[in-house]
């Protein structure tokens, strides 16, 4: 970088933040820029100038630490009345927590893997403003997952299935699909883990990935979490704008990005979109007092605000909506259906209880799911009859995984909801399933980092995961008998019943 | 007398989550803990890094210093996120308000030559050195082996960035609102041969890819610095009619005090390891001996700099510096050579 030019007047804002942040900044002469920035060249994106990042925000320190500092006060001051009152009691029902568990499990480690892997940027981007970003983003997700612990931990103290969330994470099976999700961003190249993470997962489908808790939150009783929600909001928004700086810059920096680019936004949608499944038959199945559809949330969130808005100002740049989209588009329809259905035959291997749709539910199913009558009704009809005979069905094998996504091979054939959808692909003699076109197509491209994926199935059956038989399983994965299963007899819903009764016995709360 | 408030009294069924239950007993745990103790992802990582395919995507590899529990260490601070923000946002408005006090009464104007001088060719080109120390820091945060230290690392990379936004805004309010003293400063990081032992010192931390052995030698390099500019100054600065040097200083001194306070917690674990101890020992000795030697040498002509401008005796002050080293990592169980 060369010498600022000597300013003859006082600095305006722009050149002020300039000199608190990117004028830090020197070219190193005893070592060269590559040692300097080792990380920046393999995945063959050009830049030609870092000085054209935009600053995103325009946030220096003190400001930062002042906003938050006030933020996290009136956070944890909500924290610690719904505790005292013992505010949880005024959820719509105890069941609607498996959303949440849903959410420590699986959603709240990779806040933290957002927090290492920025900071890693912070240090190995080439342009001082992007690093700066970075760092903040860094702090930011940090308070993201200690916040959401902190918001959830009065909860686990009640209820079960919150109590061994890092541990789950690293070892279930349900968990293995956003684990390796997170897992397949770090391990790429910087570039692409902003193209992942900055623009994918922050912009394209956030309102998809992070919303639909928070509006379940508000929608079920659960303050604290809505105040998390509303709280995290104005991080969130910064990580939005950080995420479209990205992906213009790197569209901007030189043609040869493209292609490179748009790859990454087709993989990256599919991987996202394909980790929304067990966010859809959340919203559909799992909140007592519903928010909106699935299909209704794909719609609004994607179908209009991201095809019809975002990929109309990309196509400037040449880039074009992420393949295999129409398939995305046209399985909002059953995608809810199939994966409840699919965990509650699991779930006695889960940190989650499930249940059959009330009649009521039911009733909201058809009303929003023009095919729920036909194609799944039945099924939770025929269920009901099982139960009233005693026999509440539970899956007794190990489902197939998809080698990209790890979502039990469930999903069906485009056009076909009857027909189950396979691909394979052949990679050193090896054979390899996929549940969709999309995973193919993400194998087939880097087939040598997708053979390494630890699949859970396969590392039960190679005797990696505590044993041969279920409860092995489940000890290893420190889940006991009152974390999953049928929520109606368990500890949550009895604990709920004799709570509720008492409160109307002593007339509080 | 006491209102008696009637509310419903539900037993919890644990007090705490499970990994806090099996570290510690089912007692109430601290927010540092929730937030901090096991958070790290530890094992069936999925793929290898595709920028450095020799090690998992978090391991305890990628420094030569370990910890058989990473949890071993805990922050004396017991900094989460809400409790490092407040601290903070503390800390930068008492700068504020040091700042605008300064500004306000045009204290910098009223300095003696000496002490501008001071300000301008000695102090203002540090804020480069502490942009790299926010580097170091941030890749120690990616690179370290459970939270409770990446957590300190990533508050420090925070905090070296601030450290650098206040000498800058000190440099903005020296130049009259420009930045010419921050320009003049930068020549001087870049050209001035007084400065390029460190600068070169710094570029070659900056390479070092290996987490731990950087931070050693950033701290110990740190300690000499916050040493000789901020701490042995501050007495000349009173007496020499420098106040405003002294005001200034108070904060940069403030934040080594709490710096210091987890790192040398870290070394005491580093040492203590039942398992990695002696290595540790011995991997600190030699990184910290050569960063000693170095600094020392780099810091040199910066004190004899000082020395020329104000004579408040630098070049002493850093030779002490440079034996408080020896005697605090002697004193955790490290010889230095």
Redesign the interface.
């Known amino acids: 970088m060369t ?9 305006s804002m722009k ?2 933040y300039s ?3 990117r ?4 070219t ?4 060269t820029e590559d ?2 920035y080792p ?1 920046t060249k ?2 063959g994106i050009t830049i030609h100038d870092w000085s054209k990042w935009e600053d995103p925000f325009r946030l ?3 400001a ?3 906003y ?3 933020k ?2 009136r956070l ?1 001051a909500v924290l610690d009345g719904f505790a005292q ?2 505010g949880h ?1 005024s959820l719509t029902d105890a069941s609607y927590l498996n959303a949440m568990k849903l959410f420590i499990q699986g959603v709240s ?1 990779l806040e ?2 957002a ?3 920025f ?2 940027l ?3 981007l080439n342009g ?1 403003g992007p ?2 970003a970075s ?1 903040c983003q ?2 930011d997700e ?2 993201h ?3 959401e ?2 918001t959830l ?1 009065n909860y ?5 299935g ?6 789950m ?3 279930v099976w349900y968990l ?1 699909v956003p ?2 999700f997170f ?2 961003a ?5 570039f692409e883990f902003l193209i992942a993470i900055g623009f994918s997962f922050e912009y394209l489908l956030t309102n998809l990935l992070f919303v639909p808790f928070m509006s379940g939150a508000s929608f079920n009783g659960d303050l604290p979490t809505m105040t998390f929600g509303f709280s995290a909001q104005s991080d969130e928004s910064r990580h939005m704008t950080l995420g479209l700086e990205a992906i213009k810059f790197l569209l901007e920096q030189d043609e040869k990005n493209v292609p490179i680019v748009q790859h990454w936004i087709d993989k990256w949608f599919w991987r996202g979109y394909r980790v929304t499944a067990l966010i859809a038959q959340m919203l559909d199945y799992m909140l007592p007092r519903k928010v909106m559809s699935w299909k209704e949330a794909f719609n609004l969130y994607f179908e209009q605000q991201m095809l019809g808005g975002l990929f109309v100002d990309l196509a400037y740049y040449g880039i074009t909506p992420p393949k295999f989209v129409e398939q995305a588009a046209e399985e909002k329809e059953i995608l809810s259906h199939q994966v409840y259905w699919t965990l509650y035959q699991f779930s006695h291997a889960a940190a989650f209880s499930t249940s059959i749709p009330t009649d009521e539910h039911m009733e909201w199913l058809s009303a929003n799911y023009a095919k729920f009558d036909e194609l799944y009704r039945p099924l939770w009809e025929k269920e009901k009859r099982n139960v009233a005979a005693g026999g509440r069905h539970f899956a007794r094998g190990l489902p197939e995984l998809c080698t990209v996504c790890q979502i039990p091979m469930l999903f069906t054939e485009p056009g076909d909801p009857t027909t189950l959808c396979q691909r394979w692909s052949t990679f050193e003699d090896e054979h390899f399933n996929f549940c969709s076109d999309g995973c193919k197509n993400i194998f087939d491209h880097e087939p040598e ?2 053979v ?3 699949l859970p199935v396969h ?1 039960i059956f190679q005797g990696n995961c505590g044993g041969a038989t279920i409860p092995d399983v489940l000890a290893w994965y ?1 889940m006991t008998p009152n974390d999953g299963g049928e929520y109606l007899g368990s500890r949550d819903n009895k604990n709920w019943l004799a ?1 509720h009764d ?2 109307e016995k ?1 007339g ?2 | 007398m006491q209102f008696e408030l ?3 009294v ?1 037993e ?8 806090l239950i099996d570290r510690y007993g089912d007692r109430p745990a601290s ?1 540092y803990e ?3 103790i ?14 450095g395919p020799d090690k998992d ?2 391991s305890p590899d990628y420094s030569v210093l370990k910890l058989t529990d990473p949890y071993s260490f805990t922050d004396p601070r017991q900094f ?3 409790g490092y ?2 601290s ?2 503390d ?3 008492a ?2 308000s040091t700042l605008g006090y300064l500004e306000k009464r045009g204290m910098f104007d009223r300095l003696p030559e000496a002490w501008k001088g001071l300000f301008q060719d000695v102090v203002l080109p540090f ?2 050195y ?2 790299a120390g ?3 820091s ?2 120690a ?2 690179f370290g082996w459970g ?1 409770t230290t ?2 300190c690392f ?2 420090a ?2 905090d070296r ?2 450290n ?2 206040i000498l ?2 000190v ?2 309010a020296f130049g ?5 003293a ?2 003049a400063a ?2 001087d ?2 050209e001035e041969p007084a400065f390029q032992g460190l ?2 010192h710094t ?2 931390m ?2 070092e890819r290996d987490w731990g052995k950087a931070m050693v030698a950033l701290d110990v390099t740190d300690q000499l610095i916050y040493a000789l500019l901020y701490d042995s100054l501050d007495e000349a600065a009173l007496t020499g009619g420098a106040g405003s040097y002294s005001l200034v200083a108070q904060h940069l001194v403030t934040w080594f005090a709490d710096q210091r306070r987890w790192f040398d917690a870290l070394y005491k674990a580093w040492v203590a390891d039942p398992e990695y101890g002696a290595a540790n020992a011995a991997a600190i000795a030699e990184v910290a001996s050569a960063a000693l030697a170095t600094a020392v040498a780099a810091l040199t002509p910066i004190a004899a700099k000082a020395d020329a401008l104000v004579g408040a005796g630098s070049g002493a002050a850093l030779t002490a510096a440079a034996q408080a080293v020896t005697t605090k990592l002697a004193g955790v169980g490290v010889a230095l050579r």
């Not at chain 1, 190193?28 to 070592?31: A, Q």
């Not at chain 2, 919890?12 to 990994?19: A, G, I, L």
């Not at chain 2, 009259?176 to 010419?180: I, N, R």
Request: aromatic share 14%.
């Open positions: 010498i600022a030019p000597r300013a003859p007047r006082k600095l050149d002020r000199a608190l942040t004028d830090l900044d020197w190193p002469s005893y070592v040692e300097l990380y393999f995945e220096t320190v003190d930062y630490t002042k938050q500092a006030e996290d006060k944890y009152s013992q009691l480690p933290y893997q927090h290492r892997h900071a890693y912070g240090r190995h001082p690093r700066f760092l860094s702090l940090i308070r997952i200690q916040t612990v902190h931990s686990n103290k009640y209820y079960d919150f109590h061994s969330f890092p541990h994470h690293d070892r293995s684990k390796s897992d397949d770090v391990s790429s190249g910087p980092k997708y390494q994926a630890w590392q420190k709570w008492m409160a002593t509080g709360n | 009637r509310t419903q539900i919890p069924q644990r007090k705490t989550f499970q990994h927010r929730e937030g901090t096991d958070i790290q992802a530890m094992t069936n990582f999925h793929y290898r890094p595709l920028w995507i978090y989460y996120y809400a923000v407040t903070r946002a800390m930068h408005e700068f504020g804020r480069h502490e942009a926010q580097m170091i941030a890749d945060c990616r939270t990446t957590q990533g508050y990379a925070f960035i601030g650098a936004q800058s805004r440099g903005i009259g609102g420009t930045a010419e921050l320009a930068k020549k990081w870049l600068r070169k570029e070659l900056l390479v």
